[in-house]
């Protein structure tokens, strides 16, 4: 049957199922090299060398490079901040249904917390897009493997080791 032609009391339990199955269909193994969805770490370091050098003042740094180090880069910020949010809030709505919680103060317990900490990536809220860089080149540096990984992945990584919430 078609969700929209779902029972109005049945659609909120079949979009806790799509979410979870689209959710676990994104949390794939580390040993999983990179796909389509998310290009392998190597060449997001690649472009975002160029962007570090063109901060730096290298007026020769290809304007391509950087635009696609800076676009991949605040796509996977907000990513991170909208996807842990989605996570949390279907995890929520899935407790609710199958203990048969009140979902309003489900959703309430959620608001009440900071999205910044579902993940445990507490960076400060004023910091420079070159930063989250600098974070994510120094844990490749530190990490040869990593580059064959999706970005996403080592993106998160090196984000939560390097801005953990205490």
Not at 38 to 67: F, H, N
Not at 103 to 127: E, N, Y
Request: glycine share 6%; net charge negative.
């Amino acid at each position: 049957m078609h969700p929209t032609r779902l029972p109005a009391s049945q659609r909120p339990a079949l979009a806790v199922k799509l979410v979870c199955s689209i959710l676990l269909a994104l949390a794939t193994p580390a040993a999983i090299a990179a796909d389509p969805i998310s290009p392998p770490a190597k060449e997001w370091r690649g472009y975002c060398q160029a962007y570090m050098k063109s901060i730096a003042g290298d007026t020769k740094a290809s304007d391509l490079d950087v635009t696609y180090c800076v676009g991949m880069t605040k796509g996977l910020l907000m990513g991170l901040r909208v996807g842990s949010q989605i996570g949390a809030l279907s995890f929520g709505s899935r407790l609710a249904v199958v203990h048969d919680l009140d979902s309003d103060k489900v959703f309430q317990l959620f608001q009440s917390h900071d999205p910044a900490t579902l993940l445990g990536i507490c960076a400060p809220a004023t910091l420079a897009l070159s930063d989250y860089v600098k974070a994510v080149l120094a844990r490749m540096e530190n990490n040869p493997g990593d580059d064959a990984l999706p970005i996403a992945e080592v993106f998160y990584e090196a984000l939560s080791e390097t801005y953990p919430c205490r």
